[in-house]
């Protein structure tokens, strides 16, 4: 099995057997499901089937029944801080009891003694931040799925766009526009020294205001095309960790009604082109094709989120450096209530 295996287009049933345990992730077989009616109502060239139907399916490193996937979203190139996790989440799928269980995990999440559980893979790799989501949630992780942002944008208009439902409203007065960073905003050089010797950090950045753009929603629904979702699921300085999470969930909800929807096989195409681009994983072909057919429909499959909050779990600090962290409210590094929490919910 090749680690952080870069997907090649013409693998289109991997392409869009991940996309549906990423995108929509809480319904991943459905999807599938879905998709083979799809396929069956619709002449497709033979060079991607043939891809799918001659690979045989392999074990799943599965407890009883019960697979984890570990959902990663990163902003790549592009982007401050583009290797750090901006999402994380963990996919609990039980095949006795259908039922599947989301377990979004913050980025500020303080682990190791010496940082946050967004800089592991960075750091260390998949594998290193697969084995950390352990230490936090008690889940042994059987497989990761990384989706890199930077393609987000094409990906979400090669789909016609997504309808969400905004949980809750926000505005964002700093959110950076992309090729602005450096930007003196007229100020002098002497101007410039001046804000370097009364602030840091971001408290410096907010003082070049030509470097960001505002944007803002309300509650309800809202239609966005790959440059709207790709804010909207990024956007740092309106709200929580937590929110931005709900944001995220929001457009994974309306990814899978516009995937579910789709009717044209050109759209799919594109879709999983761009897909090819966006994503690394440990999943072999063998495998998804394997899940796909131990969970068959699953329409009855009923879900649930779990949110590792500060109205929960978790308290509020800062490093040794300054920086804002999260930490379990029964001491630093002492995940047994979390993992007990997961335990019972799941």
Known sequence: MRDNSKLTKKNIFIGIALFLVFAAGFAVTYFSFKFSKIFEKHEVSSAPSNVYINVSPEPVDSKEGVFNVLLLGYG????????????IIVLHIDTNSKKYTLISIPRDLWINGNRKINAEASVNGYPSTSAAVKSVTGLPVDNYVAVNFSNYS????????????????????????PGLENETCGFTGDEINGFKAKYSGFELEKQFTCRYETISYKVGPATLDGTAALKFVRSRHADSDFARSARQFAVLAGVKNKLLSLKSLNKLDSTIGTLSEMVKTDLTLGK??????IFGDTSAYTGTEIHLTTENL??????????YILYPKAGNL???EIKNFISQNI
């Not at 190139?77 to 999402?87: K, N, V, W």
């Not at 998804?288 to 057919?293: F, V």
Request: charged residues 20%; without cysteine.
């Open 314 to 323: 978790l308290n509020e600090g800062k490093s040794a450096e300054g920086a």
């Open 154 to 177: 094409k990906m979400i208009d090669n789909l016609g766009g997504v309808d969400v439902q905004v949980p809750t409203a926000f505005t964002d007065s700093f959110y950076p526009v």
């Open 288 to 293: 998804i094709k394997t899940l796909i057919e």
């Open 334 to 336: 002492n995940f047994t």
């Open 76 to 87: 790549g190139s592009g982007h401050s801080g583009g290797g750090l996790t901006d999402s």
